[in-house]
C-alpha cells in the first residue's frame, strides 16, 4: 500500500520505517528540511534501539522516501498518517496548530478520496476538527467531489522499545465507524495482525480517549507508588518489600510500580495535563489527575530535598556527579526529565555537575550549552572525579553494577543518593556508603 506520513519524530520516524519494513511503500513528510536531509544521508536524528539499520535497509531498497514536498506527499498516499507533535499549550491544553496545518495540507493536494489517519495524542474531538478543517479547505478548492474519512489511530509505542512496540502491538485501536476505512486499516496492518486479532474497532471519541486513558492510567500507577513511598519513608517501611508483596497480587501486577523521582517525558506529563484541561473545558473536576501531576511535581524535587539535608543546606560549591540524563533508559529524550529539575536546583543552591549519560550528551549539550556549572563527561567514571556525592537519576542498564571501590575512592566522600532504587541499602552500608534512596527508610549508614 502507498503511505504517506507527516511527521518524522519519534512516532512517525519509526511507524513509516516498521510498515516499509513489511513491504509498504512510505513517503514520511517533514517542515524540517535539516531534518529531512539528514534523514536520506541515513542519520537518524535520535537515539532508539534497532530503528537506525531498520530506516537505512528500507531507504536503501526505496520503500522508505524523506521528502520536505507535502505535495508530493499527499499525491503518493493512500492512506495519510497526521503523525506531528501536539505540545501543551500555555494552558496546559494539547496544541493542535501542527495537526491542523497538516490537515490543511492534505486538503489543499488531494486529488483523490483519501483515509487521515490521526496517529498523534489528540483531545477527544479533534477528528472532528480535521473533518471540519478538510471540508473548508476543499470547499474553498471547489471539490466537494472528493471524498475522505479521518480515522483515530493513537500510538502506544515506548521510547526506547518504540520499534519493537510497532512490530508487535499489543493493540491496534482504530476508531472510526466507516466500513471502508477498517477493510482499509486492516489491509495496512495486517502484518502486525498474524498471531492474533489485536485490532480493536471503536467510535474515533472513544479511541481518541484511549490514549489518553492509557497514559493517564500508567501515570497514576507511579504517582500512587510514589506516594507509598513517601509514606514509607516516613513510618519505617521499605517500599521495595511492599513493591514485591502488592505486585503479586495478579489483579495488581509488577509493571509499572516502581518508585522513583517522578515521570518526564514527551507523553505523561503533557498527556495528564491536557487531560485535565479536557476536563475543564466540560466543567468536570479531573480530581484524580490532579493529584497525579501534584504528586509527580512534587516527586521531581526529592532527590534534592535530600540532598540538601545531607549537606545541611550547604551547597554552595560543593560539586555532584550525576548519572542519567535521559528521562528513562535506552532513549536520548530529556523533555520533563527529573535530571533537568534536579541540576537546575543544583545550580541555584550554587553546586556545580558532573554529567553523564550512556545517550543523552548531545541533547543535554543542545539544551544547556556550555552553561556555568555543568561538566559533560564522556564516560561515568569521569564524572566521578573530585565530585561530592554520586546521584543516580536514570536508571541505565550499565549503572547496574558499577565499582564501587573506585566510587568511593574518586568521591570526597562516600555518598549516594540513589533516585532508582538500584541497589541494597545493607549492602550499601556494608561497603562503607552513606546511601539514599527511596521509600526505604533504612536507607543512610
Ligand atoms: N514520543 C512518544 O513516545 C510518543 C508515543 C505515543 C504517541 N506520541 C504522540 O505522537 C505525536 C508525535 O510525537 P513525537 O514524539 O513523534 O513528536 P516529535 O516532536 O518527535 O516529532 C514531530 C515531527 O513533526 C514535524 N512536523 C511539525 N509540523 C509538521 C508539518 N506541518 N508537516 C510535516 N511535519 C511536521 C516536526 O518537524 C517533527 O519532526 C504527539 O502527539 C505525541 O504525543 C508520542
Known amino acids: 500500500m502507498n503511505v504517506t506520513v507527516f511527521g518524522t519524530g519519534y512516532v512517525g520516524l519509526v511507524q513509516g520505517a516498521i510498515l516499509a519494513d513489511v513491504g ?36 536503501a531498497a526505496g520503500r522508505l522516501e524523506f521528502t520536505t514536498d507535502a505535495e508530493a506527499g499527499v499525491k503518493h498516499g493512500q492512506v495519510q498518517f497526521i503523525a506531528v507533535g501536539t505540545p501543551p499549550d500555555e494552558d496546559g491544553s494539547a496544541d493542535l496548530k501542527y495537526v491542523l496545518a497538516v490537515a490543511q495540507t492534505i486538503a489543499e493536494h488531494m486529488q483523490c478520496d483519501q483515509i487521515i489517519i490521526d496517529k498523534s495524542t489528540v483531545p477527544v474531538g479533534t477528528a472532528d476538527k480535521v473533518k471540519a478543517k478538510v471540508a473548508e479547505v476543499l470547499a474553498k478548492r471547489g471539490r466537494t467531489d472528493l ?38 486499516m486492516r489491509e495496512l ?38 506516594e507509598m513511598a513517601n509514606l514509607a519513608e516516613r513510618l519505617g517501611a521499605d517500599i521495595e518489600a ?31 495535563q491536557a487531560l485535565i484541561r479536557t476536563a475543564g473545558d466540560i466543567d468536570f473536576d479531573a480530581k484524580v489527575l490532579k493529584a497525579v501531576e501534584a504528586r509527580n ?34 532513549t536520548d529524550d530529556m523533555r520533563e526529565a527529573p535530571s533537568r529539575v534536579l541540576m537546575e536546583a543544583l545550580w541555584q543552591a550554587g553546586a556545580k555537575v558532573q554529567a553523564y549519560d550512556p545517550e543523552a550528551m548531545e541533547e543535554t549539550q543542545r539544551i544547556y550549552g556550555s552553561r556555568d556549572g555543568l561538566t559533560l563527561c ?20 550499565s549503572f547496574r553494577a558499577p565499582d564501587f571501590d573506585l566510587i568511593k575512592s574518586q568521591l570526597s566522600q562516600a555518598t549516594l543518593f540513589d533516585g532508582r532504587n538500584m541497589f541494597q541499602p545493607a549492602r550499601m552500608r556494608n561497603k562503607g556508603f552513606t546511601y539514599y534512596s527511596v521509600g526505604r527508610h533504612i536507607t543512610s549508614a
Not at 536520506?40 to 535497509?57: D, K, M, N, S
Not at 514485591?244 to 509493571?255: F, K, L, T
Open 189 to 226: 496492518y495486517a502484518p502486525f495482525n498474524r498471531n492474533h486479532d489485536k485490532i480493536i474497532v471503536m467510535d474515533v471519541r472513544s479511541a481518541e480517549l484511549t490514549k489518553y486513558a492509557a497514559n493517564c492510567m500508567l501515570a497514576t500507577k507511579i504517582s500512587f507508588m510514589n
Open 378 to 397: 564522556g564516560t561515568k567514571e569521569a564524572a566521578l572525579k573530585g565530585a561530592d556525592a554520586l546521584v543516580i537519576v536514570t536508571e541505565w542498564q
Open 242 to 272: 511492599v513493591r514485591q508483596g502488592i505486585g503479586s497480587d495478579p489483579r495488581i501486577g509488577y509493571h509499572f510500580i516502581y518508585p522513583g523521582v517522578g515521570y518526564g517525558g514527551s507523553c505523561f506529563p503533557k498527556d495528564v
Open 147 to 184: 471524498g475522505f474519512d479521518v480515522v483515530s489511530n493513537p500510538e502506544f509505542l515506548k521510547e526506547g522499545s518504540a520499534v519493537a512496540d510497532c512490530q508487535k502491538p499489543d493493540r491496534i485501536i482504530i476508531g472510526t465507524q466507516d466500513a471502508a476505512t477498517i477493510e482499509v
Open 24 to 59: 509498504h511503500h512510505v513517503v514520511c513528510v517533514d517542515v524540517d528540511a535539516s531534518k529531512v536531509e539528514r534523514l536520506i544521508q541515513g542519520q537518524i536524528p535520535i537515539y532508539e534501539p534497532g530503528l537506525e539499520p531498520l530506516v537505512r535497509e528500507n531507504h
Open 297 to 330: 511535581q512534587e516527586q521531581k524535587t526529592t532527590l534534592f530535598a535530600k540532598i540538601l539535608r545531607h549537606f545541611d543546606g550547604q551547597l554552595d560549591g560543593k560539586t555532584f556527579a550525576v548519572w542519567g540524563l535521559a528521562f528513562k533508559p535506552n
